[in-house]
């Protein structure tokens, strides 16, 4: 439950897991609600947004005090008054953060597709995040051969997969992340043409430029602040810079001003920002893409699972200090 609404870091204790055993939770007669057991919880940095207390919405409704929190997750339903949800099979998509939910807003979750991947695989690499990665790099930065693409927040779980998806089409590939591990991992098991500790750097702009003594033509942001400055001044010409996400920001009173947007100009750059949510569409033709290279060993994917309800919370709020290793979600039960 949202115990109290955050302003700054998110710590655990705004969060408070309870145990109730005297609702009985059942699909009610005549509604198309489904009823599931939560096996997987996704834990996202936009679930610190909605745990402010939110004057209007931004794209969904803020949590409220007292209330279980949401997000997604993998389920598997119990009992289904929708006909497209059968017992037994799994979905993923917006469910509580709790062991039962009862789910009425039904065009928020999706049958799971192929059960012959690992089922968690659907809180990330197959669900929003990996969506996340493939618009906002295949489909918004139309990555040639050749080019040079720099990726922040790179080990986490949208910008693995974008550095994953640049090295398959010919990119040279370069990543930041938080710890000397989480560098490693970039360069072994994702395949980075190189990475960089950011939190170690005198200058993120001269580790940029270190990196990339020609120049970056694709800039896949997931953090903002001071390493978006850092692409601005080490950009090429028509360089294209995805703005996914700022999460440097998100728990700033004031947000970090950004002070080298005249490359904008000099450079004839292209900088869009954009949300998943609009692009739900495209999730067919995604899987289409991703599926055959996971199943032939050509993506990898890297998971940080947390166990049990009770570990919920530290998840959450760990994604703010770098605490994850990859995708970070919660084990609520077995498959
Ligand atoms: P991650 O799995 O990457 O986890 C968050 C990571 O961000 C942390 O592990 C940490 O890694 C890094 N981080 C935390 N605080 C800071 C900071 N102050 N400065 C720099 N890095 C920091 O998260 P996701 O892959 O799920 O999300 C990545 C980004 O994409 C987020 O900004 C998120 O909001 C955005 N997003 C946008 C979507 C859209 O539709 N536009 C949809 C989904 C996600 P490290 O150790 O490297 O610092």
């Given at each position: 439950l949202l115990k109290k609404y955050v302003s700054g870091f998110p710590q655990e204790s705004d969060l408070e897991v309870v145990t109730n055993e005297t609702i009985l939770l059942k699909v009610p007669q005549e509604s198309n609600a489904v009823l599931v057991k939560n096996l997987y919880l996704s834990c996202d940095p936009f679930l610190r947004v909605l745990m402010s207390d939110l004057a209007e919405p931004i794209y969904i409704e803020g949590f409220h005090l007292g209330n279980v929190i949401r997000g997604f997750g993998v389920s598997r339903v119990l009992e289904s008054g929708h006909p497209d949800f059968k017992e037994g099979e799994y979905v993923w998509g917006i469910t509580g953060w709790e062991e039962y939910s009862l789910i009425t807003d039904t065009e928020k979750i999706f049958k799971i597709p192929f059960t012959d991947v690992p089922l968690s695989y659907y809180t990330g690499l197959l669900g929003m995040a990996g969506l996340t990665a493939y618009i906002g790099?295949?489909?918004?930065?139309s990555p040639k051969k050749g080019e040079y693409v720099f990726i922040s927040a790179a080990s986490g779980a949208v910008g693995q997969l974008v550095g994953q998806l640049g090295k398959l089409k010919g990119c040279y590939v370069v990543g930041t992340a938080g710890s000397d591990e989480k560098v490693e991992l970039l360069k072994?098991?994702?395949?980075?043409d190189d990475a960089f500790n950011y939190k170690t750097e005198k200058s993120l702009g001269v580790a940029v430029n270190r990196c990339f003594p020609n120049g970056i033509d694709i800039y896949f942001d997931n953090v903002g602040g001071a390493m978006l400055d850092a692409a601005l001044l080490n950009m090429r010409a028509n360089g294209r810079i995805s703005a996914c996400g700022m999460i440097s920001q998100y728990n700033l009173e004031e947000p970090e001003g950004v002070h080298f947007l005249v490359k904008m100009l000099t450079k004839r750059l292209t900088m869009k920002g954009f949300n998943v949510i609009d692009h739900f569409s495209v999730y067919p033709k995604f899987l289409e893409v991703v599926i055959p290279y996971i199943k032939n060993g050509e993506i990898t994917y890297l998971e940080d699972k947390a166990d049990g309800i009770e570990n919920a919370p530290a998840a959450l709020v760990g994604l703010f200090t770098g605490k994850n290793v990859g995708k970070q979600l919660v084990v609520l039960a077995d498959e």
């Open positions: 790099f295949n489909e918004m930065c072994t098991k994702f395949g980075f």
